[in-house]
């Protein structure tokens, strides 16, 4: 490796013109989101193409770049519920601080329209809090949930509901959960409501609150019988949850409750949702295939249920992307559909543009390529909200 890229070194100035090009001046707001001026041309097309969604089901797949794609689908005899999506994009996913970013500052973009610095969890690089989109939704009278297959203060989900300047403040981002009234909340992480350092109990104040919470160590998801009349909570984990090769199986049916229940919750409101297959990540920092793999199906079987409820519902958008890539992963000759043979670049995450998949009423929002922050906006325009 290194004395490949010596070789280029010393190969690319020859081997290139070394011509150069100007890009234009075009309205784009500092931090890389689109202008208003995009948001209203958005607004204007949305409308144009047709109906609006009434819900949004935002789905990442942390650490879920094309290869992570590629390797699963090959892996699954050839087939993932991904390619049922009609409409594809790539976003551009670097942070305010760093070309490579982290699942922070990727989230925080995804849920506050903002590029900021690695770490960052829903406040801008001024450390000032922004809005997310999940807060909004709340406010409109929307119902809200989120899931992970992390613990739910990890970066991703602690993006839409949290703001603290460091993603590691656990703590401080499980104490955020109480000051919105999110419908639905399934993740590990149980420790940070209920055995903190501060003394508080908060599985006991959500319980104040008329959550009905529950956990690993109570009763099997499966088994619960949750009733619509109040917001339900489930933590899978005192900390991270297993591995799905380990016997973590709740991604799957979590999400098939999620969106009735939200439904059922919302009326004629609509809800928001996002649910992370978090571990697709952790495979990749391990530079372990399998475990890319085996997450990477299972987030895809989640997919194939929320596809399931939007087809039939017909009001439901439903978008699929990742932070970043992890792990530089790479697909190598010698290569069978059956037997891959895989290569890491890194044990860290890449700057690989990212896909975008949408499917349902807005989704023609999504295609092209764009910022991440720009996916805050689409989906915003897509509820068609000013
Ligand atoms: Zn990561």
């Known amino acids: 490796m290194k004395y490949l890229s010596f070789l280029l070194l010393f190969i690319l100035p020859y081997s290139c013109n070394q011509k150069t090009t100007t890009i234009k001046d075009r309205p784009i707001n500092e931090d890389?989101?689109?202008?208003t001026e995009d948001v209203r041309n958005m607004n204007r097309w949305s409308m144009q193409t047709g109906k609006k969604p009434k819900n949004?089901?935002?789905?990442?797949?942390?650490?879920?770049?094309?290869?992570?794609?590629?390797?699963?689908?090959?892996?699954?005899?050839?087939?993932?519920?991904?390619?049922?999506?009609?409409?594809?994009?790539?976003?551009?996913?670097?942070?305010?601080?760093?070309?490579?970013?982290?699942s922070a500052a990727g989230a925080t973009a995804f849920a506050c329209?903002?590029?900021?610095?690695?770490?960052?969890?829903?406040?801008?690089?001024?450390?000032?809090?922004?809005?997310?989109?999940?807060?909004?939704?709340?406010?409109?009278?929307?119902?809200?949930?989120?899931?992970?297959?992390?613990?739910?203060?990890?970066?991703t989900p602690a993006s839409f509901i949290a703001h603290v300047k460091q993603r590691k403040m656990y703590?401080?981002?499980?104490?955020?959960?109480?000051?919105?009234?999110?419908?639905?909340?399934?993740?590990?992480?149980?420790?940070?409501?209920?055995?903190r350092k501060d003394g508080k109990n908060l599985y006991k104040a959500l319980q104040s609150k008329g959550y009905a919470v529950s956990d690993y160590f109570q009763s099997d998801?499966?088994?619960?019988?949750?009733s619509y009349n109040q917001n339900f909570v489930y933590f899978t984990a005192d900390d991270d949850p297993l591995p799905v090769a380990q016997g973590r199986d709740y991604l799957v049916p979590a999400s098939d409750f999620a969106v009735d229940f939200l439904d059922q919750?919302?009326?004629?409101?609509?809800?928001?949702?996002?649910?992370?297959?978090?571990?697709?990540?952790?495979?990749?920092?391990?530079n372990k295939s399998d475990y890319i793999v085996s997450e990477m199906i299972d987030f895809d079987r989640a997919i194939g249920a929320v596809l399931d409820f939007a087809e039939q519902d017909g009001?439901?958008?439903?978008?699929?992307?990742?932070?970043?890539?992890?792990?530089?992963?790479?697909?190598?000759?010698?290569?069978?559909?059956?037997?891959l043979v895989t290569a890491f670049t890194s044990d860290y995450h890449t700057a690989d543009l990212i896909p975008v998949f949408a499917y349902g009423p807005g989704a023609e929002l999504f295609g092209g390529i764009y910022e991440n922050t720009a996916i805050y906006n689409k989906m915003r325009a897509a509820y068609g909200w000013e």
């Not at 998801?221 to 949750?226: A, E, I, S």
Request: hydrophobic share 40%.
């Open 171 to 195: 703590e401080d981002i499980a104490a955020d959960f109480l000051k919105t009234d999110i419908e639905l909340f399934i993740g590990g992480g149980k420790k940070y409501f209920d055995r």
């Open 56 to 102: 949004i089901v935002l789905m990442i797949g942390d650490g879920m770049g094309i290869t992570q794609i590629t390797a699963g689908m090959y892996a699954n005899k050839n087939k993932l519920y991904l390619e049922k999506f009609p409409v594809i994009g790539l976003h551009k996913c670097y942070a305010s601080n760093k070309l490579v970013t982290d």
């Open 221 to 226: 998801f499966t088994k619960l019988t949750p």
């Open 113 to 155: 329209g903002v590029k900021t610095y690695n770490g960052a969890i829903g406040v801008n690089p001024d450390t000032v809090a922004v809005k997310t989109i999940l807060e909004e939704a709340e406010q409109k009278g929307l119902a809200t949930g989120l899931i992970a297959t992390s613990t739910i203060v990890h970066a």
């Open 315 to 339: 009001e439901t958008l439903v978008i699929v992307t990742a932070d970043h890539e992890t792990g530089g992963f790479a697909i190598q000759p010698g290569s069978t559909m059956d037997s």
């Open 32 to 35: 890389g989101s689109h202008t």
């Open 265 to 286: 919750k919302a009326g004629e409101d609509g809800f928001f949702l996002m649910i992370e297959g978090s571990q697709i990540d952790w495979g990749g920092h391990a």
